[in-house]
T-cell receptor
Framework: SAVISQKPSRDICQRGTSLTIQCQVD?????MFWYRQQPGQSLTLIAT?????????ESGFVIDKFPISRPNLTFSTLTVSNMSPEDSSIYLC??????????????FGPGTRLTVL | AQTVTQSQPEMSVQEAETVTLSCTYD???????LFWYKQPPSRQMILVIR??????QNATENRFSVNFQKAAKSFSLKISDSQLGDAAMYFC??????????FGAGTILRVKS
């Protein structure tokens, strides 16, 4: 598995502001992902954070709203920009681990609970 | 496109009894992985059990086991000797080779003492 930490664990923000969430892993990983979990809902992938290149976004998510950085193999950030109450969710990072060369399992960080007023 | 369906929004089980959570999925790939994750109120996503599609043998982890029916695209989770600490939201998830996770809607499991 992997030890994954996220900061902050929770925050309450005003609409129109931005929040940057950090994800730190205790070992180098090839693949890191960011998910959103809206209240009472399942998890939806926002993007895959690629080290050294631009993130790969899923349909419905755009870089201007959710810019992602991946400066090295142990760290990534997700920014939620120009927030509205609809952005109130839990944001989770995950890392891919493998028993071979291709990631075949994902482990999750503890999540960041964001409330936008 | 991958889809995962959990048809049971909520289940209840008596402590020490056995419960089965259902999951069906759809994928066009022959190589993929299936997972059950547990999310207690703390919101931490905890990996419960993992199944490789190319393995016919059902995965087991202590009190947790799966019934994997590849032809039927069914992947149920059986929890034996249920404990109060098993109460949580359970998500079934599908991952195609090296790719993203697609989650079902989740099943809330309540454990009665």
């Amino acid at each position: 598995s992997a030890v994954i930490s996220q900061k902050p664990s929770r925050d309450i923000c005003q609409r129109g502001t931005s929040l940057t969430i950090q994800c730190q892993v205790d070992s180098q990983v090839t693949m890191m992902f960011w998910y959103r979990q809206q209240p009472g809902q399942s998890l939806t992938l926002i993007a895959t954070a690629n080290q050294g290149s631009e993130a790969t976004y899923e349909s419905g998510f755009v870089i201007d709203k959710f810019p992602i950085s991946r400066p090295n193999l142990t760290f990534s950030t997700l920014t939620v920009s120009n927030m509205s109450p609809e952005d109130s969710s839990i944001y989770l990072c995950s890392v891919g681990r493998s028993s071979g060369t291709i990631p075949d399992t994902q482990y999750f960080g503890p999540g960041t609970r964001l409330t936008v007023l | 496109a991958q889809t995962v369906t959990q048809s049971q929004p909520e289940m209840s089980v008596q402590e020490a009894e056995t419960v089965t959570l259902s999951c069906t999925y759809d994928t066009s790939e022959s190589d993929y992985y299936l997972f059950w994750y547990k999310q207690p109120p703390s919101r931490q996503m905890i990996l419960v059990i993992r199944q490789e599609a190319y393995k016919q043998q059902n995965a087991t982890e202590n009190r947790f086991s799966v019934n994997f029916q590849k032809a039927a695209k069914s992947f149920s989770l059986k929890i034996s000797d249920s404990q109060l600490g098993d109460a949580a939201m359970y998500f079934c998830a599908l991952m195609e080779y090296g790719n993203k996770l697609v989650f079902g809607a989740g099943t809330i499991l309540r454990v009665k003492s």
